[in-house]
């Protein structure tokens, strides 16, 4: 009988076909994630699951699926997932790395650049008829090409934001849990502790893992290391920012601006007082989202699955302890 795969979404089709290729593959049809009996239910008649960074996958889900052998994530972050919970239970977890790196770098610049030069801003003034004249003082940003940029993360993703500084003739600074000789040859990057980094950046740019120590990482004391005229891009993890503090930081001037792919909770409320601040720019958790990178991930998460469910090891696998074969 052939396995059971649940898709807690409609993924891209490329990964969708593939997956129905090996296996008994139902795919939750709505655009918002299944509820949490829903999900707990499928589970519990599933071989696999493709789940999304919407889904959690702990400890009480994957009590009530006895069959489940791998859950493979549609994210290359997976704070979502109890990977100690899984590896006790025999349970493989995979995700999307790679793929996706250069289109969320894009982005994260895309962002950058939007608040330095106040792009949202300018279109809004344009659409609400308030162009009268070229104005000398007309909406000012501030440079980005031979600025500082701070990077909290060096990673993949971290590294092509780099490369996309160079071209930019900006001074790079990152930090990390452990040094880049390699890059910091090739680019020209310096490593600096996190408080000279957000004391000398004029961008900073976060790119780490939310984990028990990055939450709340930038927070009131961090915020206000930064310069008042430095902007604060995350395209990381919302809950790596205290947004309470972000908030309070550029409503008081001691930060010039923020733009947020990643939001703590999301979606973020209409109501969210960062809303009401002109130099912030949100966008809904979309760094990734360009067609080609979409469909990579589907079909890396579909041979994941593939991988696990045949007695393969499966290529993004996270907690190889949990792996059943040789
Ligand atoms: C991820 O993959 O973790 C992104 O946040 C969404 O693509």
Do not use: C
């Not at 990977?83 to 999307?96: E, I």
């Not at 972000?246 to 792919?261: E, F, I, R």
């Not at 007082?273 to 912030?280: C, D, G, I, R, Y």
């Amino acid at each position: 009988m052939s396995k059971k795969v649940f898709v807690t979404r409609e993924i891209p089709e490329r990964g969708l076909l593939l997956l129905r290729e090996h296996f008994t593959v139902k795919v939750w049809p709505e655009e918002l994630p299944p509820p949490r009996d829903v999900l707990l239910r499928e589970a519990g008649d599933a071989d696999g699951l493709v789940t999304l960074l919407t889904d959690r996958v702990d400890a009480e889900l994957l009590d009530h699926a006895p069959r489940l052998r791998i859950v493979s994530n549609y994210a290359v972050g997976y704070d979502n997932f109890d990977l100690r919970a899984a590896t006790a239970r025999d349970v493989m977890m995979t995700n999307t790395p790679g793929v996706l790196t250069e289109t969320t770098a894009d982005l994260a610049f895309a962002l950058l650049m939007a608040v330095a030069r106040r792009i949202v801003e300018s279109v809004d003034f344009v659409k609400r008829g308030q162009w009268k004249t070229w104005g000398p003082q007309l909406l000012l940003g501030q440079d980005i090409h031979g600025a500082t940029l701070g990077l909290v993360g060096l990673g993949r993703i971290g590294l092509s934001m780099a490369r996309r500084a160079k071209g930019f003739d900006m001074q790079v600074l990152y930090s990390d849990v452990a040094r880049n000789e390699a890059a910091e040859r090739e680019l020209g990057l310096t490593f600096v502790d996190l408080e000279t980094l957000l004391r000398q950046s004029d961008f900073v740019s976060l790119h780490v893992p939310l984990t028990p120590a990055t939450r709340h990482m930038l927070n009131r004391e961090s915020l206000k290391l930064m310069k008042p005229t430095a902007v604060l891009i995350n395209t990381a993890r919302g809950a790596v920012v205290d947004e309470e503090a972000l908030y309070h930081a550029l409503k008081s001037h001691h930060l010039a601006g923020a733009g947020l792919d990643v939001t703590d909770p999301e979606p973020m409320e209409l109501s969210n007082k960062l809303l009401s601040l002109e130099n912030v720019v949100v966008v809904p958790h979309i760094a990734s989202a360009s067609v080609k990178t979409r469909t990579r991930m589907a079909v890396m998460a579909a041979e994941n699955m593939v991988a696990g469910l045949s007695g393969r090891r499966p290529p993004n696998i996270l907690n190889p302890k949990a792996i059943p074969f040789p």
